[in-house]
């Protein structure tokens, strides 16, 4: 009888592991296919680019001479905003996890996760209405100052619409993403390794280099790499903000355009070969991001010792 | 002997470190030294604050190291630079807030909440600035759009996510299938969302024929954006239970699905909950992917299944970039900042609810 029981109890349970293990791998899957059907979908819209006569392009010279520029000013945004907004998020996780008082610290986070939620065109909007103009003045101060540095040559832009600014609004927006991935990480540190790193005379400094840092440097990556990925795939921020036109160098000019940006402006209108073009720039990104993201999971399986789990 | 008793001598634990008030005398110091220095080039806000904050770090950590060494003039100077990075993270986003605030409240009206652009024309904005009456026409049928795409993009994402979570935390044994799939959603995080548009679009003008634009094909084009949040968040924090509460619940003959849906998913629910409010947070403000897959409405639609929808981020992006009224501007900008406004609040609704979840939830821990 008693195995009877077990063998009936043993059965129902079975049939819900095999339900639920096997929707699981059905969702899995159909991430995969998902992805799969967006990487056809670019290529087979893009190829008539590729057959195309190179004078039959925008510029008239080729798709390559056409994306190169785009493809320059897309990554000095991304590098910008990341530059910016990396070690600020970790300064901002670290502050609100190790050092602000544990009872606002809480609230400092919950303030930080309700920041990540302002939608791009909100900043957008703000970037081009409240910071650009701001940022004219500095623009105008570094064109006189430091002018004999490529990135700062004169004349600054009157509007402040310029790359910099673009970069520095898409910071903002990928700087909540960053805390809050980096602070739920290092709120997860061992504590008997923070504590044991302070009883033997660590300063606070001392015992984050030692004992959070290198347990959550796979999260801070991972963190980062979020952020690039808004931060190269964002487009309604950078179309409103940057007036863009010609690839140059300075930064406080305006100038440089990202592709994200040339395709939300310019879709409306395409048809045609213009469109297999924007579509094409748009694979142009999507190969970027795949690069990005390559280095950046072979650096988080270097470190995958130090990930918490199992 | 008594005399020295008697007499207030450092003690021995504190000798070698600053009195307390040390900071706020070289705070005070940077401050005025700062305003000297603003002077110099034309006094204002942002020179004067930014030379005092940068003497400060600099005089502060100096001092420390004189009186106290190296190493804690380096945990002193980390110490500014992560204080520091906090109050530089506040500026912008307080200053959005403030911006979308003091724009947004004018406009926000009952008017503006529960009627739609229907038949509000260049005309009647012209006569509106003319004759400086209330600004018509609302955001009635974007915040109807808004809503109804949202959550059918939270309805197909969400269980796809989880459980594509679970499969690589709880199932795969890191084969050649897991590794894949991990890989994938790394690389769908990168997605341009305006790509994603593309995609939802095609592939419904593939099924459909071409030119279909209703909500859902929209809510299809987010979902591609949310799965992958939703996938990242929610491995992040299922690897973060411990193994032996896993075991402890196999050990006592526990079924794996119950355990996953009893034990594991319980202890990371507050974790999973904040990843879907950030992946919510990103697509409920997404402006590309609905230009391309749900058009744009001046009226109420219901139906997510029929006919173009509009959005508040559409609705903000079309009323800065074409106004209603090429020549009266402003009616166009209210309504903009104002449906701004009406976005912000609805996100951080939905924020607190799920902090709220997610505090019911939570199974208590050590911190």
Redesign the interface.
Known sequence: MSTNALKRAGGA??S??K???G??????????A??F??AV??II?ALPVFGADPSEITGGDGFFTYIFPIVIGTVIAAAIALLIAT??????A???SH??PRRFAQG?G?V????????????G??G????APQLAI?YDWLARNLGWIPIFEGPASQTGRTMLTAGIVLA?MV???I???SR??F??TP?LHEEAALAMGA????M?TMAVLPFARP?II?AA??G???A?????AVA?VLSGGALTASLIQSGNQT??AE??LN??EAYGLRLAEL?AA?LV??VI??A??IV??WIISRHKEF???? | MANATLTPRRSQLTKGRMPSYTLWVVLAASIVVGAALAALVGFSL?PFALFSAILFIIAGTAVTGVVEGS??A??R???F??????L??LL??L??IW??LERGVPGLTYNFLFTSMNGVTGAIDNQVVAEGTPVLGGAYHAIVGTLQITLWATLISV??????A???????TGGR??R??T??????????????G??AA??FGQLFGPGTRTGFVAAVALS?LM???V???TE?M????P?ELREAAYALGV????T??RVVIPTAIS?IA?GV??AI??V?????PI??TAGFASSINWNVFGDWMSTL?TF??YQ?LTPTSPTATDPSTQR??AA?LV??IM??L??LAA?LIARLFAPKT??
């Open positions: 349970g079975q819900g592991d339900i639920f293990s929707a699981s791998l059905a969702a899995g899957c159909l991430i995969l998902a992805l059907s967006v979908f670019l819209e070690p600020l998020g970790i300064g901002v670290l502050f609100i050092y602000a400092l919950y930080i996760d309700l920041l990540a939620a302002i939608p791009s065109v909100v900043y909007a703000w081009y209405a409240v910071l500095a903002v700087l909540p993403i805390t809050s991935l739920e990480i709120l997860q504590k300063t606070r400094w001392e984050i999260g991972s790499m979020l690039l990925g808004r190269l795939g964002e487009t309604m409103l592709i994200a395709i939300a879709f409306p579509i748009g990104l999507f991001t795949l990005v993201n950046a999971r990930s918490g789990a199992n | 942002v190493r804690k380096r945990n100077l980390a110490m630079l992560i204080y520091g990075s906090f530089v993270a912008p986003l200053s959005v911006t979308v269980p796809i996510g989880l459980l594509a679970v499969y690589l935390v709880e199932y795969s299938l897991a894949a799939i890989f994938f959603v790394d690389v769908m995080t990168g997605i341009p969302s305006i790509v994603a593309l995609f095609a592939l591609v799965i992958p949040v996938v990242r968040s992040e299922l690897k973060i239970v193994n079924r794996k699905w119950r996953i849906t974790g904040s409010t950030l947070a990103r409920i403000g997404e402006t590309a230009l391309v981020p903000i992006y800065i903009a900042w701004a976005l912000i996100v951080m939905l924020n902090r050590s911190r």
